[in-house]
Every structure is written in structure tokens, then in C-alpha cells.
């Protein structure tokens, strides 16, 4: 059973322009999201993070919108780099918990 | 600081062969947590170490996978009579405690490739 969904498995952006990364859950007991990058070979780097008690949370080019009513968050790139080319994770968890549960990812390519 | 370190990077082993995986976790973080993420999927949770104790194993498929954390740093992954599904990349990270009042990121490894022909 998937708690946390990313069904876009790839996406293709131009440089500088901005990339939207999608994630959907079904557990209303999340309350602590966070996006995941990942390259090839090496383990998955934390990005950002969302608290819900919050709807947005931004960090430089990233921005992490949440939407509780939806169980659903985004993450926005703008703007978008070729570095920034890599699989991106969803992931959620209660904060008192330890168990993160993952999306399957998207992978991202930024176009120069 | 050093991050967190696995080894071996590649394991490549025979059905029915025993495996051992280790993590080293960042020095300070209780927090030790296993994954193991198949060919097209996110990380799957497997175990959670708080300190030495083994806090929640719910994650771990059958009796065959076993990790042990004897002094609360290092971490072994046991795998016994190993299976052909398997195969997947282990993941290792480590975090302050979770609800410790900081956000509990959790920061991983480069993970074990294991291979089971």
C-alpha cells in the first residue's frame, strides 16, 4: 500500500525556467514532508522540509508548498539549473515516529 | 564532518549465501535507520535503531534479515539464505532522535548495491 504517491516519473524542463515536482498521501497522521534529491550512485540528499503546521516553507530556488485538505505537496525550482538534473523523492512521516515513507520518485532533467 | 559510510559499495553473492552489510553513522546521531529501495522505487523502510535497541523492526520482511547495533554506533545488516529478490540497494542513515525538538532529517549513506545471482 502506497502511503505516499509521485506519479509523474519524469519531467523535462528548460533552463531557467521553473520545475514543479508533484507528491500526493493518503495518511492523514503525516505531519512532517520532505523532498529528497538523489544522483546516480550516491544515497538521497535531504532538500527541504514542510512541518504542517505550515503551507509553504522556501529555501533559496526551492520552495515546498503543502496542502493538507488535498494531501498534497509540491516542489517548486525556479530557476531551474542543469545541476539540478536529478531523481527527486517525496517523503512523509509522523514527527514522533521514525519510519519515512517514500514516493517512487521523479526524475527531473534540466535542459542547458 | 564525515557523513554516513557503507561497505562494501557492491556485494555480489549466490542464492543461499549469508551477507553482511555495514553502516558507520554520523558521530553524534542515535538515530540509525535501514532502507532498501528496489529497481524503480523509493527507499523502504526496514528497521530503526534508537541507541542500541532496535525501537522498530516492523519494516523487515521475514525472519531471514536481522540487523544488530551492539554499541549504538555501527550498524550490520544480516541477511541469511539469501533470495534472488533480494537484489536491491541497502540504505543506511542516521538522524538525532526523532520528536527531539529538531527537525529529524535524515541523512543517508551511499548505500550497498547487493546482487544475488
Known amino acids: 500500500d502506497q502511503q505516499v504517491k509521485q506519479n509523474s516519473p519524469s519531467l523535462s524542463v528548460q533552463e531557467g525556467r521553473i520545475s514543479i515536482l508533484n507528491c500526493d498521501y493518503t495518511n492523514s497522521m503525516f505531519d512532517y514532508f520532505l523532498w529528497y534529491k538523489k544522483y546516480p550512485a550516491e544515497g538521497p540528499t535531504f532538500l527541504i522540509s514542510i512541518s504542517s503546521i505550515k503551507d509553504k516553507n522556501e529555501d533559496g530556488r526551492f520552495t515546498v508548498f503543502l496542502n493538507k485538505s488535498a494531501k498534497h505537496l509540491s516542489l517548486h525550482i525556479v530557476p531551474s539549473q542543469p545541476g539540478d538534473s536529478a531523481v527527486y523523492f517525496c517523503?512523509?512521516?509522523?514527527?514522533?515516529?521514525?519510519?519515512?515513507?517514500f514516493g517512487t520518485g521523479t526524475s527531473l532533467t534540466v535542459i542547458p | 564532518g564525515a557523513g554516513v559510510s557503507q561497505t562494501p559499495s557492491n556485494k555480489v553473492t549466490e542464492k543461499g549465501k549469508y551477507v553482511e552489510l555495514r553502516c558507520d553513522p554520523i558521530s553524534g546521531h542515535t538515530a540509525l535507520y535501514w532502507y532498501r529501495q528496489s529497481l524503480g522505487q523509493g527507499p523502504e523502510f526496514l528497521i530503526y535503531?534508537?541507541?542500541?535497541?532496535?525501537?522498530?523492526d516492523s519494516g523487515l520482511p521475514n525472519d531471514r534479515f536481522f540487523a544488530v547495533r551492539p554499541e549504538g554506533s555501527v550498524s550490520t545488516l544480516k541477511i541469511q539464505r539469501t533470495e534472488r529478490g533480494d537484489s536491491a540497494v541497502y540504505l543506511c542513515?542516521?538522524?538525532?532522535?526523532?520528536?527531539?525538538?529538531?527537525?529529524?532529517?535524515?541523512?543517508f549513506g551511499p548505500g550497498t548495491r547487493l546482487t544475488v545471482l
Open positions: 542513515a542516521s538522524s538525532h532522535p526523532p520528536g527531539s525538538g529538531v527537525y529529524n532529517e535524515q541523512f
Open positions: 535503531f534508537q541507541g542500541t535497541g532496535a525501537a522498530d
Open positions: 517523503a512523509a512521516s509522523r514527527n514522533t515516529g521514525n519510519q519515512f515513507y
